[in-house]
């Protein structure tokens, strides 16, 4: 039975998040039926992230099996086709090998949180990034980040709802930087705790606005105690970029 990768993009507003659940529609639920119209076949699609409600993707990645042999390109456009008017596209498909898994096999994820740092509301860029209007020094946030990478328990940064086995996380990387009002959170690591990125971006606002220092952060971070997060950033501003295998 053929295996194939999806390479997916979607605005995570009018979603329930990525994984399937009774409460609304999910972005997984919204492809699968696309795969149900397109081939007659009821598939369960496994993906790399769990994104929340309101998280963005624009590099999620997804494996399916499907009982006939499509080509890669023709798979896409047809399932582009049925996901209309949907906020979902599918950027690229691929066959791969049989043991493969959009979860298990990666090595990788990139998130992506944008902050809009201004006083004026957003226009264009609305449900796309978090407005904060008191001045953020991203360089300070950036300093401060660096002492969250490395492996560390981040309890701290964990959802109380968060399933995970251990709170034992090593982050890769984060980097914070400005481009005029606005300032890019870019971080990676092999997986991530549930609402990790959001807790960590939001706690090193205050590091931005001059409410914590960056011996604030680190005292939170060796705590292993949710209620020293500084607050959860909204899902508007994060986003799933990409999944290395």
């Not at 769990?50 to 590099?59: E, F, N």
């Not at 709802?161 to 300032?183: K, N």
Request: hydrophobic share 40%; aromatic share 8%; proline share 4%.
């Amino acid at each position: 039975m053929p295996r194939y990768k999806l390479t997916i993009e979607y605005d995570g507003g009018p979603f329930v998040g990525w994984q399937r659940q009774a409460n609304g529609l999910s972005a997984q639920e919204a492809i699968e039926t696309a795969v149900l119209a397109l081939t007659g076949e009821d598939v369960r699609i496994q993906g790399a992230g769990r994104t929340d409600a309101g998280v963005h993707a624009l590099g999620q990645c997804a494996s399916l099996d499907l009982s006939r042999d499509w080509r890669p390109d023709v798979l896409r456009d047809a399932l582009n086709a049925w996901l209309r008017p949907r906020p979902v596209a599918i950027l690229s498909a691929e066959r791969v090998a049989e043991d493969f898994s959009a979860r298990f096999s990666a090595i990788r994820r990139h998130y992506l949180y944008r902050i809009v740092n201004r006083r004026a509301p957003l226009a264009l860029m609305a449900g796309q990034a978090w407005l904060v209007r008191r001045r953020l020094d991203a360089g300070a946030m950036h300093d401060a980040a660096q002492l969250l990478v490395g492996r560390h328990d981040f309890s701290t940064f964990r959802d109380s709802d968060c399933q995970a086995a251990s709170p034992l996380r090593t982050l890769e990387r984060f980097d914070v930087s400005r481009d005029g009002d606005l300032i890019e959170c870019r971080v990676a690591a092999r997986s991530f705790l549930h609402s990790q990125v959001r807790s960590m971006v939001g706690s090193l606002e205050h590091v931005g606005c001059g409410k914590w220092s960056a011996g604030a952060l680190r005292g939170a971070l060796e705590a292993r105690d949710r209620r020293r997060c500084g607050q959860v950033a909204p899902p508007d501003g994060l986003y799933l970029t990409q999944v290395d295998y």
